[in-house]
């Protein structure tokens, strides 16, 4: 037996351990609960940061701190559909959906896209109307206090979502969490327009507002990315290469055949194909099987369950020609 089989035994001996579908299920739910958790003081916090921010846009006449209310209480909002995602991603699977309900989290992402877009287009708006009829910005000092709050409560709530959404891997809240970064910044660009205000331009408001704008855009652009990817079960190729390289490290696994891994809300789920002897047993074939999970759920992070398929070195003619006309 080499090193690292028996550092792996004494650590199921140290530290017993189950893999059973009710561990997984409560591994599952206790990221949920993080996930809302996460989402109740985000919306806790930009709720307050919006609230203060339309006040003074209200009084000042600001455009450009107008769109940065706007985006913060689209961001607020966007907790709503999160929240349901992760709500239904508790419910365990049934007969018609066999693989839980994970999924909602992907389209929740769309939906923080399409309220991103739409908070864009109202600002963009907003800043152009300004440009054409001009008007000056009052209360100055109030709208560079309320810039620095937009970037203080969006800066905390996008280090928060963009944490826990890595840890529990849900790329709707890492989205999420960009777009609050980037509104932080879109805050601090606010002080330009209260700045050109103060020496007379009347067009250095609306100017930052459509600035504002265009920056949300690329953050738009960015999280619609990450979503379609996840929409498209697109994984980290890393992840590819270490699954394989654990299934080779496997003893009696010969060689191994495709690898296909995807996400199903915040977890992975795997199918493998390996190569074994032609001459194991179906008992000493499935025993095999079993150790190529077991492995791959250790290897790959946020791995919950894995369907190994066995073939074997040829014998004879093909055992899968049967299939051949299906295209299999």
Not at 115 to 127: D, G, I, P
Not at 205 to 210: F, I
Not at 276 to 285: E, G, I, S
């Amino acid at each position: 037996m080499d090193g690292n089989r028996l550092r792996h035994r004494l650590g199921h001996l140290l530290t017993p351990h189950r893999h059973e579908a009710a561990d997984k299920v409560d591994a599952a739910m206790e990221a949920s609960r993080e996930g809302m958790r996460t989402l109740w003081l985000s919306l806790g916090v930009l709720g307050a940061t919006t609230v203060v921010q339309a006040v003074i846009a209200a009084l000042s006449g600001s455009v450009a701190l107008f769109g940065d209310t706007l985006h913060n209480a689209a961001d607020a909002l966007t907790a709503v559909p999160l929240g349901i995602a992760f709500v239904l991603g508790r419910r365990a699977a049934d007969r018609r959906y066999t693989y839980g309900y994970g999924r909602a989290e992907d389209l929740a992402g769309v939906a923080v896209l399409v309220v991103m877009a739409a908070s864009s287009a109202l600002a963009a708006y907003e800043a152009v109307d300004r440009l054409v009829h001009p008007r000056d910005v009052t209360h100055l000092w109030a709208v560079a206090a309320a810039a620095l709050a937009g970037f203080a409560g969006n800066e905390w709530v996008a280090r928060h979502r963009i944490r826990t959404g890595r840890r529990i891997g849900s790329a709707a809240l890492v989205a999420d969490g960009l777009h609050a970064r980037t509104d932080g910044f879109t805050s601090l660009a606010v002080l330009l327009g209260a700045g050109g205000a103060a020496l007379g331009a009347r067009w250095a408001d609306p100017v930052v507002g459509l600035l504002i704008t265009a920056a949300i855009l690329l953050v738009l652009k960015d999280a619609a990315r990450e979503v379609f990817r996840r929409l498209m079960d697109s994984v980290d190729p890393h992840l590819v290469d270490s699954a394989e390289n654990t299934l080779r490290g496997v003893d009696g696994v010969r060689d191994v055949g495709q690898v296909r891994i995807r996400w199903v809300g915040h977890a992975l789920r795997a199918e493998a194909d390996i190569v074994v002897d032609p001459h194991l047993t179906v008992v000493h074939a499935h025993r095999l099987a079993v150790a190529a999970e077991h492995a791959l759920i250790h290897a790959v992070p946020r791995l919950t369950a894995v369907t190994v398929h066995t073939d074997h070195t040829p014998v004879g003619g093909d055992p899968h020609a049967l299939l051949a006309h299906h295209g299999a």
